[in-house]
T-cell receptor
Framework: SQKIEQNSEALNIQEGKTATLTCNYT??????LQWYRQDPGRGPVFLLL?????KEKRKERLKVTFDTTLKQSLFHITASQPADSATYLC???????????FGKGTTLSVSS | DAGVIQSPRHEVTEMGQEVTLRCKPI?????LFWYRQTMMRGLELLIY????????DSGMPEDRFSAKMPNASFSTLKIQPSEPRDSAVYFC?????????????FGPGTRLTVL
């Protein structure tokens, strides 16, 4: 069965630095991969999607890369701020119309 | 749009009691998902509906769990009888499969505590 691993449960960085979160998957390559943000007591919120034929996607201070050879996606937050502190989940889907499979998430803490 | 609506937000019940969680998806969305989130197991898919029809219920833990979607604007997840190990946050999400992104919109969740 498909497995997703996010590199660590927690990541602590200083304000202004770049946060890099890792998502590794096994078995088949997904059609696309998504990143979500979850704040305490709330549901996940979609951030970015990257398709299997895309290497990189950007949105404001966020950047996602997708390496199908390494079976890995990296999620970067540049110029991090305390407001970026949250849990970030990666999720993949094998093909459109099928369910997402979520990783357990990485909790990012940005200190000022 | 109000987003995905779930009720109740918190539920505390005793072991053996029946629990019903409710969800109203975003209008126009044709897919609905029920998830359970715990610290140990993360976010797990329980069941997935498309056009009100259950497509994948392989994540439903056992016969004590059942889900229905009688129409496009309402779904329930029922646990009968409830057990302490069912304590978790239950999320409902909806999406429009016709989009190429399948982005899911999550509700605020129901925190269930079974004593």
């Amino acid at each position: 069965s498909q497995k997703i691993e996010q590199n660590s449960e927690a990541l602590n960085i200083q304000e202004g630095k770049t946060a890099t979160l890792t998502c590794n998957y096994t078995n088949y390559s997904p059609a696309y991969l998504q990143w979500y943000r979850q704040d305490p007591g709330r549901g996940p919120v979609f951030l970015l999607l990257i398709r299997e034929n895309e290497k990189e996607k950007r949105k404001e201070r966020l950047k996602v890369t997708f390496d199908t050879t390494l079976k890995q996606s990296l999620f970067h937050i540049t110029a991090s701020q305390p407001a970026d502190s949250a849990t970030y989940l990666c999720a993949l889907v094998r093909q459109a119309g099928t369910a997402l499979i979520f990783g357990k998430g990485t909790t990012l803490s940005v200190s000022s | 749009d109000a987003g995905v609506i779930q009720s109740p937000r918190h539920e505390v019940t005793e072991m053996g009691q029946e629990v019903t969680l409710r969800c109203k998806p975003i209008s126009g969305h044709d897919s609905l998902f029920w998830y359970r989130q715990t610290m140990m197991r993360g976010l797990e898919l329980l069941i997935y509906f498309n056009n009100n029809v259950p497509i994948d219920d392989s994540g439903m833990p056992e016969d004590r769990f059942s889900a229905k979607m009688p129409n496009a604007s309402f779904s329930t997840l029922k646990i009968q009888p409830s057990e302490p190990r069912d304590s978790a946050v239950y999320f409902c999400a909806s999406s429009f499969v016709g989009w190429s992104t399948d982005t899911q919109y999550f509700g605020p969740g129901t925190r269930l505590t079974v004593l």
